[in-house]
């Protein structure tokens, strides 16, 4: 698990270091032109699904890779613009 240096002061003031480990990804954030379509094509489709529909969707999605969790802690659901807006601020890249 990747490790993140951390600042903070002791009782006397002085900084100090300390070591926390960060939250490891789930998924991945580099995909192809074509998962970006899919995922593209499976976010929309699991949007306007019923709740028993969408258990089988998600499944989907988490198979090619994609776990919203890995970038949001919203727990509300998330949009095909949630994850073009993923895209365009560059934390997941497309490889082609």
């Given at each position: 698990m990747a490790k993140r240096k951390v600042t903070t002061?002791?009782?006397?003031?002085?900084?100090?270091?300390?070591?926390?480990?960060?939250?490891?990804?789930?998924?991945?954030?580099?995909?192809?032109?074509?998962?970006?379509?899919e995922l593209i094509e499976l976010i929309a489709e699991k949007v306007v699904a019923t709740p028993d529909k969408q258990k089988g969707i998600r499944a989907k999605i988490r198979k090619i890779g994609f776990y919203y969790s890995d970038f949001s802690s919203k727990?509300?659901?998330?949009?095909?613009?949630?994850f073009e807006a993923l895209i365009s601020s560059g934390q997941i890249k497309i490889s082609d």
């Open positions: 002061q002791n009782e006397t003031n002085e900084p100090t270091a300390l070591i926390r480990p960060s939250k490891a990804m789930k998924g991945k954030n580099i995909f192809t032109s074509l998962e970006v379509k727990k509300d659901g998330y949009t095909v613009a949630d």
